[in-house]
């Protein structure tokens, strides 16, 4: 376009020459006319100012050839002409290293990006793995690590799944600037999660997908990489064992999705470390305190013991005195109750000095239920509880403790009946698993259930929610079943009540 304007103008200008006989007048524009010229290297391409160049100089010779005057001939047809081809190439080089320099211009602050990135990601990392090392536990380094990723990635809602083999899993949240309506649903995020840890990898979800009933989310490495991300979920790995998952829900997009997912990663790697870390400490502290509880167990049973025989004893002696009356009485009936009680507790403390590796003997395990069945029968009818079992047809035999297995079923029993209070069902599943080579058994009540956000709690000594509550019955249980080789969990997603699962292999 710019081509065609110029050579509009020049030709004017030529008419002009043309039809004007005045010398002057050709000399003045002669110079307009190369000072176009020259112009046009400024806007056109090489091949466009050529052509020009030539038409004005063919023109030019055309018309003073007619003329005959050899002073203007030389100037218009071999000087001007020179000079403009020289500024057109001194122009053409100077466009050329304007291109070179605004490319290296370009290059610089491409440069610089990345370095301001590489930067922040690093005090990203260096933040997140000085809270792994300030923090006093796992919840307050989520929280911690959860913050920077917030002011650094502008995320609002993580959670960490934490799995592990022999106790129910722990959960935690973390949620920045959402009321608790606007968090995402769980049911979603724990398909998610499910997916994760079902296969190691980590999952991207566009921001589109979330709308979705959809269950096969995308994998990491199959998004593509210029798709904003809306949420994130990765594993975390440690040995090649998945223990937990991070979940992120992010809030802007300033991120390339690429950066994010490099950061994440390393962010999950360290807080793998910090759970396995975690985790062993945990188990270290549970074994201190069971042989501490174990030491203790048996001095309380010797100091304890003696005088609530002797208090007993006397308690049943004031029952058969007649100068009792009725209110008299119920005392006794107390201090009786109060006296068996305390019995009992120290009973199950004593049983945790004790390991019950021992004594194992080839047992079935319907006739092990019936006996302890047996010994809750008055408290199920009290309360009115149907008792339902199923076992699987051959089931085979197992080779345990049953003093010890007796005791599990009596405190899962115990705590089943404490949970429906009144009528309600306590239902028992055998089952065989044959891949695992084990026998599962599922007790589950239609009691009041669990509060999912109690369940790490569940198993620890001294952990209960009754007002006469020892907290001993699940934390002996594990220990016992622990002895056999086996796991209890808890399923708090029985749809109502509780259900225990515990595996013991054959
Ligand atoms: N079947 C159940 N239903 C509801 N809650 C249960 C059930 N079993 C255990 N629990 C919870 O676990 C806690 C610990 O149980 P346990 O170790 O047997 O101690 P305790 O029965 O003395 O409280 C209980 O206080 C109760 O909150
Ligand atoms: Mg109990």
Not at 155 to 160: I, W
Not at 179 to 196: F, G, L, P, S, Y
Request: hydrophobic content about 40%; some cysteine; aromatic content about 10%.
């Amino acid at each position: 376009m710019k081509t065609i304007c110029l050579t509009f103008l020049i030709f004017l200008i030529n008419a002009f020459i043309y039809g004007s006989d005045n010398l002057q007048d050709y000399y003045i524009v002669i110079h307009l006319y190369y000072a176009l010229i020259t112009l046009s290297g400024r806007y056109d391409n090489r091949l466009g100012q050529f052509l020009m160049l030539g038409i004005t100089t063919t023109i030019n010779f055309i018309y003073l050839a007619f003329v005959y005057n050899w002073v203007h001939f030389t100037a218009s047809v071999m000087i001007y002409p020179f000079i403009s081809l020289c500024i057109l190439q001194t122009l053409q080089k100077l466009k050329k290293t304007e291109t070179e320099v605004k490319k290296q211009f370009l290059r610089a602050d491409q440069d610089n990006q990345d370095l301001e990135r590489r930067i922040r990601d690093i005090s990203t990392l260096f933040d997140v793995s000085a809270s792994a090392n300030s923090a006093h536990d796992l919840k307050n380094f989520f929280q911690q690590v959860i913050k920077v990723l917030a002011t650094r990635m502008g995320l609002y809602q993580a959670h960490l799944n934490i799995y592990n083999k022999d106790r129910p899993n722990q959960y935690l949240e973390a949620v920045f600037g959402l009321t608790k309506a606007e968090t995402r649903d769980r049911k979603q995020i724990d398909v998610i999660q499910e997916q994760v840890l079902k296969y190691g990898r980590p999952i991207g979800v566009p921001h589109r997908w979330m709308r979705k009933d959809d269950e096969n989310f995308p994998f990491a490495d199959s998004v593509v990489s210029k798709t904003p991300i809306a949420f994130w979920c990765l594993p975390l790995i440690v040995d090649e064992e998945v223990v937990g998952t991070l979940a992120i829900d992010k809030g802007s997009d300033e991120f390339s999705t690429e950066d994010e997912l490099r950061i994440l990663t390393v962010v999950a790697s360290i807080m793998a470390q910090r759970v396995k870390i975690q985790q062993v400490i945990d188990s270290l502290v549970q074994s201190e305190r069971l042989a501490t509880l174990g030491k203790m167990a048996t001095t309380v049973a010797h100091e304890v013991r003696n005088p609530l025989g002797g208090i007993r004893g006397a308690a049943q002696l004031l029952q058969s005195e007649e100068n009792f009356d009725a209110n008299g009485r119920d005392y006794i009936d107390v201090i009786l109750k109060e006296v068996d009680r305390l019995n009992r507790v120290i009973e199950q403390l004593l049983t945790f000095g004790k390991s019950k590796a021992e004594n194992f003997e080839l047992c079935n395990l319907k006739s092990l239920v019936f006996d302890a069945l047996k010994v809750c029968d008055p408290q199920l009818k009290q309360h009115q509880i149907e008792v339902k079992q199923n076992y699987q047809q051959y089931l085979p035999e197992i080779k345990v403790n049953p003093e010890a297995i007796e005791q599990i079923l009596l405190n899962l029993f115990r705590n089943a009946i404490e949970s429906i209070e009144n009528d309600g069902t306590l239902t028992i599943n055998a089952t065989f698993d044959l891949k695992q080579a084990a026998i599962k058994l599922r007790i589950e009540d239609t009691g009041r259930g669990i509060n999912p956000e109690i369940t790490h709690k569940l198993f620890d000594p001294f952990y209960t929610t009754k007002p006469k509550g020892t907290g001993l019955g699940l934390a002996i249980s594990r220990q016992m079943v622990e002895d056999h080789n086996g796991t209890i969990e808890v399923d708090v997603t029985s749809p109502k009540g509780t259900a225990f699962l515990i595996t013991i292999p054959i």
